[in-house]
C-alpha cells in the first residue's frame, strides 16, 4: 500500500482563487498555477452554495478547519 497526503487548501491559495475568479480565470488555469487538481479548485468554490461570482476567501476561509492539518491515507494499487 501507498500513503498519500491530501493538504487541504491554505488561506493564501484560497485568496488566489478568489482574486483569479474576479479576473475571470478558468478552474482549470487557477489549477494550474496552484499546482491542484481542477476537481479540488471546483470543490472549494461551490462548497458552501457559492459559484464563480460569489466566491469569497475570507468566507470560505471560516468553514474550513486549520490549514496546518492534513490527512493520510493508505491506498492500495491497482
Known sequence: ???VCYRRLMAEERE???RSLAKGESFQKIASHLGRAVSTIAREVTRGGCNRWTYRA???FGHGVMQEDA???S???F
Open 16 to 18: 488566489e482563487i478568489s
Open 58 to 60: 475570507d468566507r470560505a
Open 1 to 3: 500500500m501507498k500513503r
Open 75 to 77: 491506498v492500495s494499487s
Open 71 to 73: 490527512v493520510w491515507v
